[in-house]
């Protein structure tokens, strides 16, 4: 009997550890290893354009998203624009060039991404000649949040 009470402690354990990292991968807590897309953005343009990005990202599937190195997750606040070519995320600042990196399934991220009218479409028309560059990764490692 007492065998039978510690294996099902273990299994109860086990089954709470499993838990708790499911909820920090969920997060953004753990860092998370996965294919995925970058996309470098030369300028800063306005922050609502940030949460179209997200957004888009989001509905394409992406797993986690990060900008120039930090983590987008709950805890992040929104965006503002900061002139010259700065973004105040939630309580951090960061400058242009700003890179996204996404972990996904890349085919449907760049798809997503490259459709006719879309987000990358509507960036490049406000950013004029200045290029934005996509790629695809087969691996991408975005932190966890600071």
């Not at 890179?99 to 406000?126: C, F, R, Y």
Request: charged share 20%; aromatic share 6%; net charge negative.
């Amino acid at each position: 009997k007492r065998l039978a009470d510690i294996s099902g402690q273990v299994s109860s354990f086990q089954t709470l550890d499993l838990e708790r990292q499911r909820l920090e991968l969920l997060t953004g807590d753990m860092p998370v290893t996965g294919p995925g897309v970058s996309v470098i953005l030369p300028a800063a343009f306005e922050s609502v354009w940030f949460v179209d990005l997200q957004n888009e990202l989001a509905t394409a599937g992406a797993e986690a998203i990060a900008i120039n190195k930090q983590r987008i997750n709950f805890g992040t606040s929104g965006y503002r624009f900061l002139p010259p070519d700065t973004l105040l995320m939630g309580s951090r600042v960061t400058r242009a060039p700003f890179t996204v990196e996404v972990i996904g399934d890349s085919k449907v991220l760049m798809n997503s991404l490259l459709q006719p009218g879309g987000i990358i479409a509507k960036l490049q028309s406000i950013l004029g000649k200045r290029e934005i560059v996509i790629q695809e990764h087969e691996l991408i490692t975005i932190s966890g949040a600071l």
